[in-house]
């Protein structure tokens, strides 16, 4: 039995879409969340669909074994390659991340956008069913962050690796005369001090985290899932490596980290 005082699921291919839980957490503070940092398998963007999708079946699983009553697909690259595929196997309802180019499209001047994401993420018929639908007067600057995922797994985040490779992607989709930039990907996030100082302060750098939470926000509503009380929720993380560098990205020191294999 699904109860209102279960708790929200979340996985990542890794410490990334904590950048959605904290916003989840923020929007719902008295909910409970099970976050699974699947960092062992980091990246899942070079991975073909069928290991993404089996990927996130084995997440799926753990989270369903702890009794989560709704998951959150943080991650921009297990969404657009496995959520169909979850939706279609398991009852409760998955709440998916996609690259927020939509919104991009209605607020950009030059009509040109850059995307930094994955190239599982990329390469998805997802994404290019959504880049489809959008007006075609707009130009759309893909970009593959490739490295970029290993190194804030790594704890590199302020790293000059990091600094060089972020040049590398972002120089192109300026001199394109892009106006906005979305972050494609979950881990992305936590780079936004070091991609403002490249980019400048005219380029919008637009990333989805609070519009996910929004999403979880109505879903639960909708299924009259939303926990009863207003107490805080608890916070566990479970990691199935090394937690230095989670722990660094964390400030929210009610979230437990605990290691496991899963
Ligand atoms: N956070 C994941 C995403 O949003 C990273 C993907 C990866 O592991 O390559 O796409």
Same mark, same amino acid.
């Given at each position: 039995?699904?109860? $209102?005082?279960? !708790?929200?699921?979340?996985?990542?291919?890794?410490?990334? %879409?904590?950048?959605?839980?904290?916003?989840?957490?923020?929007?719902?503070?008295?909910?409970?969340?099970?976050?699974?940092?699947?960092?062992?398998?980091?990246?899942?963007?070079?991975?073909? /669909?069928?290991?993404?999708?089996?990927?996130?079946?084995?997440? &799926?699983?753990?989270?369903?074994?702890? +009794? #989560?009553?709704?998951?959150?697909?943080? #991650? $921009?690259?297990?969404?657009?390659?496995?959520?169909?595929?979850?939706?279609?196997?398991?009852?409760?309802?998955?709440?998916?991340?996609? !690259?927020?180019?939509?919104?991009?499209?209605?607020?950009? +001047? &030059?009509?040109?956008?850059?995307?930094?994401? &994955?190239?599982? &993420?990329?390469?998805?018929?997802?994404?290019?069913?959504?880049?489809?639908?959008?007006?075609?007067?707009?130009?759309? /600057?893909?970009?593959?962050?490739?490295?970029?995922?290993?190194?804030?797994?790594?704890?590199?985040?302020?790293?000059?690796?990091?600094?060089?490779?972020?040049?590398?992607?972002?120089?192109?989709?300026?001199?394109?005369?892009?106006?906005?930039?979305?972050?494609?990907?979950?881990?992305?996030?936590?780079?936004? !001090?070091?991609?403002?100082?490249?980019?400048?302060?005219?380029?919008?750098?637009?990333?989805?985290?609070?519009?996910?939470?929004?999403?979880?926000?109505?879903?639960?509503?909708?299924? %009259?899932?939303?926990?009863?009380?207003?107490? $805080?929720?608890?916070?566990?993380?479970?990691?199935?490596?090394?937690?230095?560098?989670? /722990?660094?990205?964390?400030? $929210? /020191?009610?979230?437990?980290?605990?290691? +496991?294999?899963?």
């Amino acid at each position: 039995m699904i109860s $209102n005082n279960n !708790p929200i699921g979340f996985f990542d291919s890794g410490v990334g %879409g904590t950048s959605i839980l904290k916003e989840v957490i923020t929007l719902l503070p008295s909910e409970n969340t099970i976050y699974l940092s699947d960092s062992k398998n980091a990246p899942y963007g070079q991975k073909s /669909k069928d290991e993404i999708i089996a990927l996130c079946v084995k997440n &799926t699983e753990f989270l369903l074994a702890k +009794k #989560c009553k709704i998951i959150v697909v943080a #991650c $921009n690259t297990a969404t657009t390659n496995a959520i169909d595929f979850l939706r279609e196997k398991y009852a409760i309802p998955f709440i998916g991340i996609e !690259p927020a180019i939509k919104p991009a499209a209605l607020v950009t +001047k &030059t009509k040109i956008i850059g995307i930094l994401a &994955t190239k599982g &993420t990329l390469n998805s018929s997802l994404f290019e069913k959504t880049s489809n639908s959008i007006s075609k007067d707009i130009t759309i /600057k893909e970009t593959i962050g490739k490295g970029l995922v290993e190194l804030i797994e790594a704890g590199k985040l302020n790293s000059e690796e990091i600094n060089q490779l972020l040049l590398q992607y972002l120089n192109p989709m300026i001199e394109s005369d892009i106006d906005s930039l979305v972050l494609g990907c979950t881990h992305y996030p936590y780079l936004i !001090p070091q991609i403002r100082k490249i980019v400048g302060s005219k380029i919008k750098i637009i990333d989805s985290g609070e519009a996910v939470a929004r999403q979880t926000k109505a879903i639960l509503e909708k299924n %009259g899932l939303i926990k009863k009380d207003s107490k $805080n929720g608890s916070h566990i993380i479970y990691i199935n490596k090394d937690k230095t560098a989670l /722990k660094n990205l964390i400030t $929210n /020191k009610s979230i437990n980290v605990i290691e +496991k294999d899963f």
